[in-house]
């Protein structure tokens, strides 16, 4: 059980207050009846009046007001443990931060370019399981596979390329430790997605891929990049000073390896896009995706609370409407049985 508005609970030091206040209206009464002449008198003056029906219409009074209070708190019962069902597909997506994603062959950049690919995909997900892995020259885990898509996004806008020291594009890398990420579950429900620009200087991508599709795990490939290709912006700051050149004073320019991303996706069993400024090639890896099977997770949940102020709040107004009715009179039956007392 919890109460919902529990800061409402000091309302009810209102009751010993209302006590008090009646006390002290019934002990002036009593002196201001003083005043005018004996008491038993006066009483007897007013004989239809009913001190005990004074109290009870105060108590019920009271009595509703304090259920009011409670009711205002709102205590919630119900909070089993239940059993919570859910389908879907791993997937690990690899985001290669190297520093030719900085080329602006693709707008904003490609590595910027990546990141609102993923975003959108992250919205389409629907009960699958996702996680990132960041690589250059080595390869890290940015998110650990899981369902909190909020998570996925607060983690997906701090990725820079300044995030791995080791400089390069080792594909192999990624893959594997992507697989390792996976954990030893069977079955066909896992897919690794690579995002990058496919100049892999490492050897042993494709041959991680065949590894990778031997425990049914499908790779896609996602090309960022131009076959022209595009210099690779320096910055100081937020600040562009030029591009990055070769030990000659050359600019270096950094092409889309088409080829090497096609040889990848066909050694494990998935497709190969290629993005541009218009598409990322979302949708066709998303149908590839919606093909995975489905795994079904089991979960715990807590259900949610259910409000119990309705109860109080009925109540109250139940001793509100009998207080109504009662009169400060007495009753005829009191008269009657007062009438045979004297007889007697």
Same mark, same amino acid.
């Given at each position: ?8 609970? $000091? ?10 206040? $009646? ?12 005043? $005018? ?60 931060? *190297? #520093?030719?994603? !900085? ?5 904003? *950049? ?26 250059? %020259?080595?390869? $890290? ?7 909190? +898509? ?7 806008? *701090? ?63 996602? %090309?960022?990049? *131009? ?44 497709? +190969? ?21 489905? !795994? ?41 049985? #007062? ?6």
């Amino acid at each position: 059980m919890q109460l919902e508005n529990r800061y409402y609970l $000091y309302a009810l030091l209102l009751v010993p207050a209302l006590i008090i206040i $009646y006390l002290l209206v019934n002990a002036w009464r009593k002196r201001a009846l003083k005043a $005018y002449g004996d008491i038993a008198v006066i009483q007897r003056l007013f004989p239809d009046v009913s001190n005990a029906k004074r109290i009870t219409k105060f108590v019920l009074y009271t009595c509703a007001f304090a259920l009011v209070i409670i009711g205002i708190v709102n205590p919630q019962i119900g909070t089993k443990l239940e059993e919570v069902k859910r389908k879907g597909a791993d997937i690990m997506i690899c985001l290669d931060v *190297s #520093n030719s994603m !900085k080329a602006q062959d693709l707008q904003p *950049s490609r590595l910027e370019k990546s990141k609102q690919a993923i975003a959108k995909l992250i919205d389409k997900l629907e009960g699958d399981r996702l996680g990132i892995i960041v690589f250059g %020259g080595e390869a $890290y885990v940015q998110l650990p596979i899981t369902t909190d +898509y909020a998570a996925a996004k607060l983690f997906l806008e *701090s990725i820079n390329t300044d995030m791995i020291p080791t400089q390069g594009t080792d594909i192999a890398k990624a893959i594997d430790l992507a697989v390792e990420s996976f954990g030893k579950d069977e079955g066909k429900n896992k897919a690794i997605v690579i995002i990058t620009d496919g100049e892999n200087h490492e050897e042993n991508a494709v041959r991680a891929a065949e590894d990778a599709a031997e425990k049914n795990i499908s790779i896609h490939t996602i %090309g960022m990049g *131009s076959e022209n290709g595009a210099p690779i912006p320096e910055y100081r700051g937020d600040v562009q000073e030029g591009f990055k050149k070769d030990k000659q004073g050359n600019t270096i320019v950094t092409k889309l390896d088409e080829q090497n991303l096609q040889q990848i996706a066909a050694a494990g069993n998935g497709i +190969y896009v290629r993005a541009t400024n218009s598409d990322a090639g979302l949708n066709n890896v998303l149908g590839a995706l919606d093909k995975l099977e489905k !795994k079904q997770f089991d979960s715990k949940m807590f259900s949610d609370y259910e409000d119990r102020f309705q109860w109080f709040i009925a109540a109250a107004l139940l001793l509100l409407v009998i207080e109504i009715f009662i009169t400060e009179r007495r009753s005829k039956l009191y008269e009657r049985l #007062n009438l045979f007392g004297e007889k007697k």
